[in-house]
């Protein structure tokens, strides 16, 4: 006889095996990356020169423990024009190096970098990041996922806010941020600084060959590597706008 224990310990195991099957474990996900140029100008007369923001992409390739973060390279370059009386300005978003990747294995708590400076890559094999999250009952879509909040403090303790997705198994997320119990599809920094927002998500065919340390470069420390960053754009260091005026 089926009683109604047994009706319903049959349902949840099937409602068990059909998220079990429904997680995701690798894939591609290409994310927009939202920059507020205007917080970095103190000039009014700049901010009326350009946009409030600019755009750009970036993709995540994640297998199992392990991710790649890299810049997707696009047709045509980052950068926006405008001006009267013959001045073109143009605005120049340094994020890095084209060929810029940041590896990261959280099993074996390893993070490399492979960072372009010039005509040079340089390999770094940095301290693997510790983020301390608050995770909170908030819930929102993001790309067809069913996304949970969680809040931190990223450096300058400016506030940090993800959304991530836990059919997603994997516990990477946008630059250096991870941690948690599922991918972040959606990260905002400083209170809409910086936004990181998954618009494509791709399970199907990764080569996952490409998901393993960078080695195409010179192996250097991160106190060298940032002499050289302060030697070439003063103690900001790349990742700051860079507003150059060209009069024609």
């Known amino acids: 006889m089926i009683t109604g224990k047994h009706l319903l310990g049959t349902a949840l195991l099937f409602s068990n095996l059909f998220t079990l099957h429904a997680q995701l474990k690798?894939?591609?996900?290409?994310?927009?990356?939202?920059?507020?140029?205007?917080?970095?100008?103190?000039?009014?007369?700049?901010?009326?020169?350009?946009?409030?923001?600019?755009?750009?992409?970036?993709?995540?390739?994640?297998?199992?423990?392990?991710?790649?973060?890299?810049?997707?390279?696009?047709e045509t370059d980052i950068r926006d024009q405008a001006g009267e009386d013959h001045i073109r300005t143009v605005i120049n978003v340094n994020f890095g190096g084209v060929d810029d990747v940041i590896y990261m294995?959280?099993?074996?708590?390893?993070?490399?970098?492979?960072?372009?400076?010039?005509p040079k890559k340089y390999i770094i094999e940095d301290s693997f990041p510790h983020q301390v999250w608050k995770l909170e009952s908030d819930t929102q879509s993001i790309a067809g996922h069913l996304c949970k909040k969680a809040t931190t403090r990223g450096?300058?303790?400016?506030?940090?806010?993800?959304?991530?997705?836990?059919?997603?198994?994997?516990?990477?997320?946008?630059?250096?941020?991870?941690?948690?119990?599922?991918?972040?599809?959606?990260?905002?920094?400083?209170?809409?600084?910086?936004?990181?927002?998954?618009?494509?998500?791709?399970?199907?065919?990764?080569?996952?060959?490409?998901?393993?340390?960078?080695?195409?470069?010179?192996?250097?420390?991160?106190?060298?590597?940032?002499?050289?960053?302060?030697?070439q754009f003063g103690s900001g260091g790349p990742g700051k706008p860079v507003i150059r005026i060209i009069r024609n």
Do not use: C
């Open 105 to 118: 294995n959280y099993k074996d708590e390893k993070m490399v970098k492979q960072q372009e400076m010039g």
């Open 26 to 74: 690798e894939g591609r996900i290409v994310y927009e990356r939202k920059m507020n140029m205007h917080r970095h100008l103190a000039d009014e007369s700049m901010k009326s020169m350009i946009p409030e923001f600019s755009t750009s992409k970036v993709e995540l390739l994640f297998t199992g423990d392990e991710s790649i973060w890299r810049n997707v390279k696009e």
């Open 155 to 231: 450096r300058d303790s400016a506030p940090i806010v993800a959304w991530y997705a836990e059919d997603i198994v994997s516990s990477s997320g946008p630059e250096v941020f991870g941690g948690l119990p599922g991918l972040i599809l959606q990260l905002n920094s400083n209170d809409g600084e910086m936004i990181f927002t998954a618009k494509e998500i791709d399970t199907k065919g990764l080569d996952k060959s490409l998901v393993r340390t960078p080695t195409s470069g010179k192996k250097i420390t991160r106190a060298d590597f940032r002499k050289i960053m302060e030697e």
